[in-house]
């Protein structure tokens, strides 16, 4: 019986390793993000010609008007393309949303104020808790651009070496904190005004007033960072470190730097800076008569203060991470500011390329009608199919799981998918808000982040793991990593399944319906 099970074990393993590396074939043949959507700027293009010629059409379910596809290579097509070129590239949400937000996230990364975050939650956690600290500081690392992946995985690694546990156990706990747990955050990070700002103009192909804010997700989001930590303790203490075993390596022990006076100072006064900074942010909303709410109705939601959010994000980076570098030292002056912020910047060189093309195939869909088109046949189809409800939230959930294997940016994933699927999804019986579709995709491009080689950072964790055995590969990795794609998967759905049963709102102004 035990050859038996031993025989199937084998042969699961085997097929598995073939899918992985088909996986891994398919994907190395994508072209970069970029040229991927100047490719399907083109496409859209060639169909709005075929949508014409075949008279593609639609009735618009809010007011009952006739949608026509427009051909974008007749002669009044090509003009609008060629004048809307950069209108369209600067009038793209997350373009601004993100250039802002990293003003303030490169002054605190470039402080170190990110860094030194970390380094104090790890290094502070008793023994026995040592392991959820490092997941904790996983989610927590999503507010830096590259702190999680660069800092805190190698430490993890190194933290559970030193404490006698398997390093590989410590590297498997912060990998699945810092990517695993992407969509999950204590706080509003760099990443949620891009999809939010993404989510918006789809939207606003059916609700040209609709307005989706960088916090739309946050409770949900908030809710389920307790979700990662737990599922992600429970999985490396339960099946990744006993599967390892004793780490017989000869790996040296580094020593882990602990926390100076000055970096305890520096992150002391910076916790005081935040605390004043939001209560100052408070006295703008909580009062009857606060600045930052809607002067007419006196709303807190529908306000100029969660039209504005980012600014708000910008501050609360910008302010704790000045106080942290003029504490420890790193800011001197001015020109240390400038510099931080200008490294920052230079790092989006690529997203702004990136967003210069997505920008250009959604509103090439959206002005040649094939969205909504689609949209509203997409939507009559899955009504006349039945499949509605919880069981399309879930399939949407594992579909977008299944193009993460494919695709590593979040962001490029969801400028393809968003003018699709939020349309089609604000147009069935009930209608969902944009708010649930792209809660329902950060899930799905969260748990497949720990196995798919597409993922930007995989070949770094490799590398990494070989610190402490030369012989661990890819294979290594995915094997260590599936049970928390499997275990995450299962929770964060039963989470959003409870979610929608009991009609939470996903964040301020993220209810799950609209009408």
């Known amino acids: ?23 891994e074939i398919i994907g190395n043949k994508l072209p970069h993000p970029a040229t991927l959507f100047a490719i399907l700027a083109l ?15 639609a009735i618009h379910p809010v ?12 002669a009044d097509g090509i003009r609008w393309m060629y004048t809307n070129l950069i209108e369209n590239f600067l009038k793209f949400p997350p373009l601004g949303y993100v250039l802002v937000v990293m003003i303030g996230i490169g002054v605190a990364e470039g402080s170190g104020l990110f860094t030194t975050m970390i380094r104090a939650l790890v290094l502070s956690a008793p023994p026995k808790l040592v392991t959820g600290a490092i997941v904790l500081a996983g989610i927590l690392s999503h507010l830096a651009s590259e702190a999680g992946y660069v800092v805190l995985i190698p430490l993890g690694a190194m933290i559970f070496h030193a404490l006698g546990r398997h390093p590989m156990a410590g590297l498997a706990a912060a990998f699945c904190g810092v990517s695993g747990g992407f969509g999950a955050n204590f706080f509003i990070g760099s990443i ?46 339960k099946i990744v470190e006993p599967r390892l075993g004793k780490y017989e390596g000869n790996a040296e022990k580094l020593p882990i730097d602990q926390l100076t006076v000055k970096e305890k100072k520096g992150l002391r006064y910076a916790g005081w800076g935040l605390l004043a900074t939001l209560i100052a942010l408070a006295f703008t909303i909580i ?4 600045i930052f709410r809607d002067p007419e109705t006196g709303s807190v ?27 420890v030292g790193t800011i001197k002056n001015d020109k240390d500011v400038a510099k931080y912020l200008g490294q920052s910047m230079s790092g989006m060189g690529g997203y702004i390329v990136l967003v210069f093309f997505a920008a250009q195939f959604v509103y090439f869909f959206n002005h040649s009608n094939l969205g909504i088109i689609f949209a509203i046949k997409g939507a009559q189809t899955l009504q ?13 959930v594992l579909l ?19 003018p699709v699927f939020i349309p089609m999804l604000m147009l069935i019986d009930p209608a969902y808000h944009p708010g649930l579709t792209q809660a329902a995709f950060r899930i799905g491009d969260s748990v497949t982040n720990l196995i798919t080689p597409m993922m930007s950072y995989f070949a770094l964790i490799v590398t990494f793991a070989q610190k402490y055995d030369e012989k661990y590969g890819v294979g290594t990795i995915i094997s260590s990593m599936l049970p928390y794609t499997v275990m995450l998967t299962i929770g964060w759905i039963i989470l959003l399944v409870i979610w929608m049963l009991l009609g939470i709102p996903l964040g301020p102004d993220g209810p799950l319906y609209i009408n």
């Open 384 to 396: 006349s199919i039945g499949l509605t409800g919880i069981s399309l939230i879930v399939a949407f």
């Open 192 to 237: 949620d005004p891009i999809l939010a700002g993404i989510s918006e103009s789809a939207a606003q192909m059916i609700l040209p007033e609709m307005r989706v804010n960088p916090a739309v997700n946050y409770y949900f989001m908030f809710v389920s960072s307790f979700l990662v930590v737990i599922v992600g303790t429970w999985v490396t203490e």
């Open 301 to 327: 939601l529908h306000s100029p203060f969660f039209n504005g959010i980012i600014i708000a994000i910008l501050v609360m980076f910008f302010i704790p991470g000045i106080i942290y570098g003029i504490t």
């Open 63 to 74: 007011d009952g008007s006739l949608i026509e596809a427009r051909n974008l290579i007749s």
């Open 400 to 418: 977008s799981a299944f193009i993460n294997m494919f695709m590593g940016s979040a962001s490029a994933k969801w400028a393809i998918m968003a």
């Open 1 to 23: 019986m035990r050859q038996f099970i031993e025989k199937i074990r084998r042969k699961i393993n085997k097929i598995f390793a073939r899918s992985l590396d088909y996986v």
């Open 287 to 290: 009062p009857e008569n606060g």
């Open 43 to 57: 496409i859209v293009v060639l169909i709005s010609w075929l949508g014409y010629a075949f008279n593609a059409h």
